[in-house]
T-cell receptor
Framework: GAGVSQSPSNKVTEKGKDVELRCDPI?????LYWYRQSLGQGLEFLIY????????KSGLPSDRFSAERTGGSVSTLTIQRTQQEDSAVYLC??????????????FGEGSWLTVV | AQRVTQPEKLLSVFKGAPVELKCNYS??????LFWYVQYSRQRLQLLLR??SRESIKGFTADLNKGETSFHLKKPFAQEEDSAMYYC???????????FGGGTRLMVKP
C-alpha cells in the first residue's frame, strides 16, 4: 500500500492476556517507530528501529513490552500480561533513512487497544 | 535529554481571530523542530518543519533559540483548523522524534 499499515485497527483484550500489534511500513523506509497515544497524555515514544542498527528501546515502559522487526520491514509490538493502563492507541511510523533533515515521518492510523 | 512542552491542552478561539500555539523545548544541541497535526478521524501528519521556513495552510512557526521556543501562529483562524496539534523535536540523524503533550485547537464559528 501507499502508506503505513497497522493491524488490528481495534483490539479488546482481557487483563492478563498477551497482544500483538503489527506494523507494515512504507516500502523502502529503513526507519520505523512505535509511539503510544494515551488520552490526555500526548504521544509517548516507545521504540525506534533504524536499518540493521540495534533498536532504541529507551521508551518501552516495562519488560512486558517488546518489539521486533523482521527482515528490515514488518514490525510487531508485543505486550505481555496486559494491564488496564496499557489501553491506548499504538501508532507506528516510518521514514526514509532515519530522521535526517529533509526526511518526513509518516504515521499509520494506529491500533486502538482496550484492556478490560 | 530532549523534552518538548506544550503548556496549553486546549485553545479555543473564534473564526478569524489570531491563534498562537505555544511550544517550548529543552535540548543541548541543535534541534530540528516540527509541528504535526491530527484532524478528526485522520492520521497524524506533518504540518511544517522549521528548516523549511514555509507557511502551510497559513500557519508559520519561527524557531527562537534564545527562548527555546517554536510557537505556531496563524493570523486568521478558520473552522477547518480545528484539530490536535503536536510540537516535536529531533536531535538529528538517527535520533528519535520527541513529541509534546499536544494542544487541541477549537475554532468556533
Amino acid at each position: 500500500g501507499a502508506g503505513v499499515s497497522q493491524s488490528p485497527s481495534n483490539k479488546v483484550t482481557e487483563k492478563g492476556k498477551d497482544v500483538e500489534l503489527r506494523c507494515d511500513p512504507i516500502s523502502g523506509h529503513t526507519a520505523l517507530y512505535w509511539y503510544r497515544q494515551s488520552l490526555g497524555q500526548g504521544l509517548e515514544f516507545l521504540i525506534y528501529f533504524q536499518g540493521n542498527s540495534a533498536p532504541d528501546k529507551s521508551g518501552l515502559p516495562s519488560d512486558r513490552f517488546s518489539a521486533e522487526r523482521t527482515g528490515g520491514s514488518v514490525s510487531t509490538l508485543t505486550i505481555q500480561r496486559t494491564q488496564q493502563e496499557d489501553s491506548a492507541v499504538y501508532l507506528c511510523a516510518s521514514s526514509l533513512g532515519g530522521h535526517l533533515y529533509g526526511n518526513t515521518i509518516y504515521f499509520g492510523e494506529g491500533s486502538w487497544l482496550t484492556v478490560v | 535529554a530532549q523534552r518538548v512542552t506544550q503548556p496549553e491542552k486546549l485553545l479555543s478561539v473564534f473564526k478569524g481571530a489570531p491563534v498562537e500555539l505555544k511550544c517550548n523545548y529543552s535540548y543541548s544541541g541543535s534541534p530540528e523542530l516540527f509541528w504535526y497535526v491530527q484532524y478528526s478521524r485522520q492520521r497524524l501528519q506533518l504540518l511544517l518543519r522549521h528548516i523549511s521556513r514555509e507557511s502551510i495552510k497559513g500557519f508559520t512557526a519561527d524557531l527562537n533559540k534564545g527562548e527555546t521556543s517554536f510557537h505556531l501562529k496563524k493570523p486568521f483562524a478558520q473552522e477547518e483548523d480545528s484539530a490536535m496539534y503536536y510540537c516535536a523535536l529531533s536531535g538529528g540523524a538517527g535520533n528519535m522524534l520527541t513529541f509534546g503533550g499536544g494542544t487541541r485547537l477549537m475554532v468556533k464559528p
